[in-house]
C-alpha cells in the first residue's frame, strides 16, 4: 500500500469540523460487561461544545499545551503519508503503561470535568461518563513518514514536557502538533451498582480485551488537503481558526459509510466461555471533527467463514508456539553447556532436562511444603555429590530448570555478589517485578529503578534515621507491650506450661501494628481485633496471589491464572479503602509539627513538588497512585520478614541455652528489673543501643535465617568474578539471585559457619571469629539497594529480645500441634532433623506458623 495515496485522503467528505481535513483518526470500541457475563456496546456522545454531532470524537491539534491560549510555538505540520500510533494493547499493567505519556482517561463527574486524570480506567462509576484521552508524541525524525511498529520515528521531548515546552532529543528533532483524541463514553446507563462485578472490580472492556484500561492506544493517518494544517499551525488561535472552512454538524453528520458486514453491534452480546472480548473490534469512531470511516464489526460472534479463519489462525499460532518452545528450551540447554565446556563447574546437566533432575532430587529430599530457599542451605550439604571436588558450591553455581522458571545463576560468594549488587547495583530482575505487580503495578520503590527510584528512595530515607525510630519508641514500646500481654495471656499458671499457640500469627500481627504506625501514624490493633483487620485480610489475600506466580516449589508449577486478576483488583481495592482516608486525612490536616515522621508524612511533603499545578488540595492523581504503590510495599515488605525472623531468634535462643542466659544477663546489668524496663527505655532509649550481645543475637539469627535475597538482571554480555578474578563466569540469559544462606555459610569467610555464635559479632579484629566480608551477611541485601527498613526491623527485633526474653520460657511443642491435627499430622517432615524449618511458596514462613507453648519465667523458676 503507497501511504500516500492511504483511503483518508481519497474520500470526498469528511465528519470533521473543518473540510480540508480528511484525516482517519481511530481508536477501539469500549463495551460494558455485566455481571452476569453478557456485553454491551458503550454509546458515545459529542464532547462540549459539538452538540448536534452524532457522536464522535474531539481532536486537537496543539503548537503549546491544552491550557495555553495563545498557541504561539513553531511547529511542523505533518506530511501527506504520515501515519502513527500511541498506546498498546499488549499492555495491562501501570509500569507499562507509563512508556506512554498522557493515554489516560478521566472520569466526568460533570461534562466539564478535566481533572484528575487516570492511567487506568475509572473504579467507581462516573456520573457523566468516561473521557478517554489519547495523546501522541509530539517529536519527530524529520524523515520517515512511518516505521515498522509505526511508532519509532516519534519521540517525547528529551527533557521536561510537552506543556512544559520540553526540547525534543536530537534522534527526532522536529517538533510537531501534539495531537490528541478525547472521546466520551456514555457510561450513564451502565452506573447501577446491581449490575457491577460482585468482586469490586470495574466492569469496561475494552475490544481488544484489556479491562485495565492500561491498554487504551490510538491510530493516526494523516489526511489534510494541500498545507491547510501548516497554515493553520502558523496562525495562532485557538477555536475557529480562521485559515479553515467549518461545515455545518449536519453535513458531518451525512457522511457515513454503510456497514459492510451485517452484524448487531448496539444489542446486548451473550457471554463468551472464556476470554470475554478478545478479538480486536475494528469499528473507527464517528469522530466530530474527523473524516468518518466506517468499518464493520470483526466479533467473535462472526460467520461460519470467520470460525474458519479463527481456528486456522488458532493452529498456525499453536504451531509457532510449539516451535517457540522448543528454541529457547534448546537456547537455555546450550547455553549451559558452553559454559560447561569452558571449565565452569556446572551441576550434572541433561540436554533434555537441563537442572530439572536436581530440582526434583531437592523435592524428593524434603518435605511437600519445604520453601524453594531451602535449595540453597540443601546444596551445600550435598555439594559433593554434585560437586565431588568442592566442599562448598561454587561462586557461581548456574540452575537451567526452564521452564519451570527463568535460568538462575546462584551466587554463593560475597566477591561475586558485590559484583552485581554493589557496584555496579543491576536492576531488579524481571522476577522480583512480576511478583509485585499485583499489588503494586510497578509503582513502588522495591521494583522501581533509575531516577524514579532514587527520587522516592531519598524521599523515604529519613523515616528510618535512628533519630526518627527513636522519637517512635514510645509507639513501638506500647506495641510490644500488648505483644507481651498477649503472650502472658495463654502462658500457663504456676510454672507450667500454656496452650499451644501459633507464635507467627502473634509476630504477624505485632508486625502489621508497627509497620501501620511507622507507615501511617495509625493505630491497626490488630492483635486485639476479634476479627483480622481488612487490610490484613486483603493483604494476606493478594500474597497469595502473588505467590501463584511464585511457586517453584509445587510439583505442577501453574503460573497466576486470569481469576487471579479480579483476586487482586479485589484486594487493591480493599487495601486503597482503608488507606486512602489516611491519606486524605493528612492531606486536610493543616500542618504536621510532630517529632516523627511516617512514611506517609514524609512523602507528603511532596505532593506538590512533580507537578506544578497539584497542591494539597488537589494532588496529582499519578501521584497518589504512585504513594498508594509505595504504602502497599512498605506494609508488605516491613511485616513477614521481620514476623518470621521475630520466630526463628526465639528457635535458637531455645536451642541455645548458654546464649539465652548471656542474652537475660546483658538484659539485667543494662536495664535494671524487668518490671521498670518500658519506663526505662522510654526515658533512655539510647540503652536499646547499648546492648552488644542481644545485637550479636539478632544478626546471628539473620546470618542463619536471611529469609529474602535480591533477584538482578544482568546486561547482554555482562560476567561475575569471584575471589579468583582470572576466572569469569558468564551471566547473559541467567537471573542473577544472591544466596544469602550461602554467603553467610561460605567457609571461606566464617569459622564454624553453621553455628549459632553471638559471640562473633563482638569478637575483636584479629579473633578468628571476627566477619571478614561485610557483603557475606546478606539478610538485608548489600548494596545501595539494601534494606531501607533494616534498622526499623533491629529496633523492633531489640524491643522484643528485651521485652520477651527476661519474662518467659518459649518452647516448640510440636507433640501438642500433632494431637491438634490428628491424622494430618506429620511428625516425619523434616529438614536437617528439625521439625521447624523454612516453609511455603514465595516468602519464607515457618512451618505451620512454629507452635509453641509459653510459660511466665518467674513462676516457671519458684516451680
Ligand atoms: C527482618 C526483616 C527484614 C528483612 C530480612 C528484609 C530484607 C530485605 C531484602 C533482602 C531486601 C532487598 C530485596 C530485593 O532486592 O529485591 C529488602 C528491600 C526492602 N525492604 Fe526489607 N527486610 C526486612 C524488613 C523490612 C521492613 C520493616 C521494611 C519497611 C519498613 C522493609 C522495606 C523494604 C523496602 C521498601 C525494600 C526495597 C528497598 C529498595 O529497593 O530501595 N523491609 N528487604
New binding site residues.
Given amino acids: 500500500m503507497d501511504p500516500a495515496k492511504d483511503m483518508p485522503a481519497e474520500s470526498d467528505c469528511t465528519t470533521c469540523q473543518f473540510l480540508e481535513d480528511s484525516s482517519n483518526y481511530w481508536t477501539a470500541v469500549l463495551f460494558f460487561r455485566a455481571r452476569n457475563g453478557t456485553f454491551k456496546r458503550v454509546p458515545i456522545v459529542p464532547n462540549v461544545g459539538f452538540e448536534g454531532a452524532e457522536g464522535g470524537m474531539t481532536v486537537y491539534y496543539m503548537q503549546n499545551g491544552l491550557a495555553d491560549y495563545q498557541q504561539t510555538s513553531k511547529v511542523t505540520a505533518f506530511k501527506p503519508g504520515f501515519r502513527m500510533i500511541i498506546g498498546d494493547p499488549l499492555t495491562h499493567t501501570a509500569a507499562d503503561a507509563n512508556r506512554f505519556r498522557q493515554v489516560t482517561y478521566t472520569c466526568l463527574q460533570d461534562p466539564g470535568t478535566r481533572f484528575p486524570e487516570t492511567k487506568n480506567l475509572p473504579t467507581k462509576p462516573c456520573p457523566a461518563g468516561i473521557m478517554a484521552n489519547v495523546r501522541f508524541p509530539t517529536c519527530w525524525d524529520g524523515k520517515n513518514l512511518d516505521t515498522a511498529n509505526h511508532m519509532d520515528h516519534m519521540a517525547y521531548p528529551a527533557s521536561g514536557t510537552f506543556d512544559s515546552r520540553g526540547p525534543c532529543p536530537e534522534s527526532h528533532p522536529v517538533p510537531v502538533p501534539q495531537l490528541m483524541y478525547e472521546t466520551v463514553w456514555d457510561t450513564r446507563q451502565f452506573n447501577n451498582p446491581e449490575d457491577w462485578p460482585e468482586d469490586g472490580s470495574q466492569p469496561f472492556v475494552w475490544s481488544f480485551g484489556d479491562q485495565t484500561g492500561y491498554g487504551s492506544h490510538g491510530d493516526y493517518l494523516f489526511g489534510w488537503k494541500g498545507d491547510a494544517l501548516q497554515r493553520t499551525m502558523d496562525t495562532p488561535c485557538y477555536v475557529n481558526c480562521p485559515t479553515l472552512t467549518t461545515q455545518p454538524v449536519a453535513d458531518q453528520n451525512k457522511c457515513k459509510l454503510s456497514q459492510s458486514f451485517k452484524e448487531d453491534i448496539d444489542s446486548w452480546l451473550p457471554e463468551l466461555p472464556g476470554n470475554p472480548v478478545t478479538l480486536e473490534n475494528l469499528v473507527t469512531q464517528h469522530p466530530n471533527q474527523v473524516h468518518r470511516l466506517q468499518i464493520a464489526a470483526d466479533s467473535p460472534m462472526g460467520s461460519n467463514g470467520t470460525i474458519a479463519i479463527a481456528l486456522r489462525a488458532v493452529g498456525a499460532v499453536a504451531v509457532f508456539l510449539v516451535a517457540r518452545f522448543l528454541y529457547e528450551g534448546y537456547v537455555r540447554r546450550s547455553r549451559v553447556r558452553a559454559l560447561k565446556a569452558q571449565g565452569i563447574p556446572i551441576l550434572p546437566h541433561s540436554a533434555l532436562f537441563g537442572h530439572l533432575p536436581v530440582l526434583g532430587d531437592w523435592r524428593a529430599d524434603n518435605p511437600a511444603d519445604a520453601n524453594f530457599y531451602t535449595f540453597h542451605t540443601w546444596l551445600i550439604k550435598n555439594c559433593r555429590k554434585y560437586f565431588p571436588d568442592l566442599d562448598f558450591p561454587p561462586p557461581v553455581v548456574y540452575l537451567d530448570i526452564w521452564p519451570v522458571e527463568n535460568p538462575l545463576a546462584v551466587v554463593f560468594d560475597p566477591i561475586a555478589a558485590s559484583n552485581f549488587?554493589q557496584t555496579p547495583s543491576l536492576p531488579?530482575s524481571p522476577l522480583?517485578k512480576g511478583f509485585l505487580d499485583p499489588l503494586t503495578s510497578g509503582l513502588?520503590?522495591?521494583?522501581?529503578e533509575g531516577q524514579e527510584?532514587k527520587t522516592w528512595?531519598s524521599r523515604?530515607n529519613p523515616?528510618?534515621s535512628q533519630r526518627n525510630l527513636i522519637a517512635m519508641l514510645p509507639e513501638l514500646l506500647e506495641e510490644v507491650s500488648i505483644f507481651v500481654s498477649e503472650l502472658e495471656n495463654s502462658a500457663g499458671s504456676r510454672g507450667e506450661w500454656g496452650s499451644l499457640l501459633r507464635l507467627e500469627e502473634k509476630t504477624t500481627n505485632l508486625?502489621f501494628d508497627?509497620?501501620c504506625r511507622?507507615?501511617l501514624g495509625m493505630r491497626l490493633d490488630e492483635q486485639r481485633r476479634p476479627e483480622p483487620s481488612p487490610l490484613k485480610t486483603a493483604l494476606l489475600d493478594q500474597i497469595r496471589v502473588m505467590n501463584e506466580g511464585a511457586n517453584v516449589a509445587r510439583a505442577i508449577p501453574l503460573g497466576r491464572m486470569p481469576w487471579h486478576n479480579a483476586d487482586a483488583r479485589r484486594n487493591n481495592r480493599m487495601i486503597s479503602d482503608f488507606l486512602m482516608p489516611q491519606i486524605q486525612s493528612k492531606l486536610k490536616a493543616d500542618s504536621n509539627d510532630s517529632q516523627v515522621k511516617t512514611?506517609l508524612d514524609l512523602a507528603l511533603k511532596y505532593v506538590d513538588k512533580d507537578d506544578p499545578n497539584a497542591s494539597k488540595g488537589q494532588p496529582n492523581a499519578e501521584y497518589i497512585e504512585r504513594l498508594l504503590a509505595?504504602l502497599k510495599?512498605?506494609?508488605f515488605?516491613?511485616?513477614d520478614?521481620?514476623a518470621?525472623?521475630i520466630c526463628f531468634m526465639i528457635k535458637r535462643l531455645q536451642d541455645n541455652p548458654e546464649c539465652l542466659a548471656k542474652l537475660r544477663a546483658e538484659h539485667d546489668a543494662v536495664l535494671g528489673p524487668d518490671s521498670k524496663v518500658v519506663e526505662t527505655l522510654s526515658q533512655s532509649p539510647h540503652l536499646l543501643y547499648s546492648l552488644p550481645y542481644t545485637l550479636g543475637v539478632i544478626k546471628e539469627t539473620?546470618r542463619l535465617h536471611?529469609?529474602?535475597?535480591?533477584?538482578?538482571q544482568a546486561p547482554p554480555g555482562f560476567s561475575l568474578t569471584g575471589p579468583d578474578p582470572s576466572v569469569q563466569y558468564p551471566i547473559e540469559g541467567f537471573g542473577l539471585w544472591?544466596s544469602?544462606p550461602g554467603v553467610a555459610r561460605n567457609p571461606n569467610y566464617w569459622k564454624r559457619p553453621n553455628e549459632f555464635i553471638p559471640e562473633r559479632w563482638t569478637a575483636p579484629e584479629g579473633d578468628e571469629l571476627h566477619p571478614v566480608n561485610n557483603s557475606a551477611w546478606?539478610?538485608?541485601?548489600i548494596g545501595?539497594?539494601?534494606?531501607?527498613?533494616?534498622e526499623?526491623?533491629?529496633i523492633?527485633?531489640r524491643i522484643v529480645s528485651v521485652l520477651v526474653a527476661r519474662r518467659f520460657d518459649i518452647e516448640e511443642a510440636w507433640d501438642k500441634w500433632d494431637d491438634l491435627q490428628d491424622s494430618k499430622a506429620t511428625p516425619k517432615g523434616k529438614i536437617d532433623g528439625e521439625r521447624l524449618y523454612w516453609s511455603g511458596n514465595g516468602i519464607v514462613h515457618p512451618k505451620d506458623g512454629m507452635p509453641v507453648h509459653v510459660r511466665l519465667r518467674e513462676q516457671s523458676a519458684a516451680a
Fill in positions: 549488587a531488579k522480583t513502588d520503590i522495591v521494583t522501581n527510584w528512595r523515604f523515616g528510618f508486625t508497627i509497620i511507622a507507615a512514611i509505595n510495599a512498605f506494609v515488605a516491613g511485616h520478614t521481620t518470621a525472623t539473620l536471611p529469609l529474602a535475597a535480591t533477584i538482578r544472591l544469602a546478606a539478610p538485608f541485601s545501595p539497594r539494601n534494606c531501607i527498613g533494616m526499623l526491623a533491629l523492633e527485633l
